[in-house]
């Protein structure tokens, strides 16, 4: 009886030490059977994953990039992606090779600190994504029920209740969900595509990297190409992903002791990661098609999701194939993003806090402050402009800059532990892999800096 209940207490305290604890190893993956049954079982958190690199804080930057730099940005789309890739291995791997999310990792490998400093970091990035989450949401419901722009605003605060319903019913359940609102997106984004006609050959053309794509020069007032490939960049390669795809990944049972079915579990991991990420790759490719095939030489017209939504039914703007469809269509893909970013910026808040700081506090609660601390600046805004989009849009596109200038932080710790023998033994970091993630961080860096300086510079 004394081991039964040791027992119990020992498995509870695993529970509550282990990431998202009440779903951590909850679904089984199979030992035996073919190599697409396996990838169907591992098949999920790349979906949760995928879904920040197509929530709303894309949409404006990489529309108007394509309105107004035409095909120019698709190689920093490109770029975004292959980088994405990556770094959602690493993360993956880290959460299954030693069953810690990247903010436990960091919290027990810093000073405390230290450990603060990159939580607040952290924290701020979630705020800036949980923006650009309100404002998406809102602008869709005011878009498609004609709903006052602060009723909208304070409706997206209902959203944090989705996630503990959803909860409930398992979270292969959830990821079925968002799975559904991903190819509810990517076939209403395809329709619209498909009916812009765009060059094919100059889309092709777009993806070879060129200087222009960083140049800090703007053209016709517009913002440079600089301060849009850090926004596509910002809201693309996204450092709460990190976070969530280092916990999600060890929902699946796996025996750690066994190296050889850990290696297989990490392979399936990945290709559910670059699967999932190929994906999004094509939604954010059309997003800034449908700039550059509908709205070119029109960038000013299409700065906010209204004026994106009244332009699908302009034919002036829009041309022939303009119709109200399209604009419902827009609206109901905006509002679906939304909902999906709410879903993962919930277990993201959970992650982030409990890992850095050791909290266990209720998951609603959790949510209600990370929701309530987003809300404050889009309602603050959404007042003192009288509900003017274009400066709710404006705070949209800055929060996806701010989540660029955050990104280095959950980067490096990352690269460090993945790709140290110490820690990860045999799955550490191949050497071009850790070479090619520096290149990309120091890279990234010195863009930020840039980028800062000119920001600063505009304010005087």
Known sequence: MADETKKRSVSKLDAESSSLGEVN????????????????AFS?????????????????????????????????VLISSLIAMMLQYMAGKLGMVKHEDLAQATRARTNKFGGIVLWVISELALMATDIAEVIGGAIALHLLFGWSMIASVLT?????LLL????????RKIEAIVVTLILTILLIFSYLVISASPNVAAIFGGYLPQLQA????????????????????????MPHNLYLHSSISQTRKVNRDDKKELREAVRFMT??????????????????????????????????????????????????????????LFAVALLASGQNSTITGTLTGEVVMNGFLRLQIPMWLQRLITRGFALVPVVFFTLLYGGNESKLDQLLVYSQVFLSVALPFAMAPLIIFTSSKKIMGEFANSKWMTIMAWIVFSVLTLLNIQLVVQIIGSMF
């Not at 503990?164 to 979270?171: A, D, E, K, T, W």
């Open 271 to 328: 290709w559910d990661s670059n699967i999932q990420l190929s994906l999004a790759f094509v939604i954010n490719s059309m997003l800034l098609v449908l700039g550059a095939a509908m709205f070119f030489g029109h960038g000013d017209s299409v700065g906010t999701f209204s004026s994106m939504y009244n332009a699908l039914g302009d034919k002036t703007i829009a041309g022939a194939v303009a119709s109200p469809i399209l604009s419902t």
């Open 164 to 171: 503990l319903l959803l909860m409930r019913f398992g979270f």
């Open 25 to 40: 190893g909850s679904i089984a993956a199979p030992k035996d059977g073919s190599f697409w049954r396996k990838l169907l």
């Open 156 to 160: 997206t605060a209902l959203d944090v």
């Open 44 to 76: 999920g958190p790349g979906a949760l994953v995928a879904v920040g690199y197509m929530d709303p804080g894309n949409w404006v930057t990489s529309v108007k990039g394509g309105a107004t730099y035409q095909y120019t940005l698709l190689s920093i």
């Open 214 to 237: 960083i140049s800090n020069q703007g053209i016709h007032g517009a913002d440079s190409p600089l301060l849009m490939a850090l926004g596509i960049i910002g809201a693309t390669v």
